[in-house]
């Protein structure tokens, strides 16, 4: 784990919010994308070196929407930067955290990812980042 990629939001409307955390850190979202197989829209805004990740359900089967549901708006996961993310599933699983995903995904934002189940992590849904180059 090199540093925290971004922090993910989860958020009832996009637009909205986009409007929000402009006015709050002083900068427009620098990329919009869809992600249909996790079922989000996503935007993503820069804040000095850290990134911040918005992310509206597109379905009601998203991840988002149950998390919506249940526990409303607010941070949904904390992304980790690694610089080879098949070698860290390995390592985490063998420190006996749950991979939800042993094959990484494709995310946003250039990224493959992979996720830790929050029941093994104090309740924080942790996700793998890395840069596809
Ligand atoms: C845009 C792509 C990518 C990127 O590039 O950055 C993303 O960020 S995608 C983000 C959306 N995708 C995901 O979240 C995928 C990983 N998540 C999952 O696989 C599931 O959400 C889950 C974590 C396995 C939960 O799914 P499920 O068991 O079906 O949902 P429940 O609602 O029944 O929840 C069970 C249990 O877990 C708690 N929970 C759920 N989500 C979170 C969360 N984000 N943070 C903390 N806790 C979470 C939920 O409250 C339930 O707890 P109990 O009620 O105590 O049982
Ligand atoms: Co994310």
Do not use: W
Not at 25 to 37: D, I, N, R, T
């Amino acid at each position: 784990m090199r540093k925290i990629e971004h922090i993910g939001i989860a958020v009832k409307n996009l637009e909205e919010s986009n409007l929000l955390f402009e006015k709050l850190l002083g900068v427009p979202p620098y990329k919009e994308e869809a992600v249909e197989s996790e079922g989000v829209n996503t935007s993503f805004f820069m804040n000095g070196p850290n990134k911040i990740e918005l992310l509206e359900a597109s379905d009601s089967n998203s991840p988002i929407a149950k998390f919506i549901a249940k526990k409303g708006e607010g941070i949904h996961h904390i992304a980790f930067d690694v610089e080879n993310i098949v070698a860290e599933i390995a390592r985490l699983k063998n420190e006996g955290f749950t991979v939800l995903n042993e094959t990484p995904k494709k995310g946003a934002d250039n990224k493959l990812v992979a996720f830790l189940h929050p029941k093994g992590t104090n309740g924080i849904l942790v996700e793998l980042c890395q840069e596809i180059k």
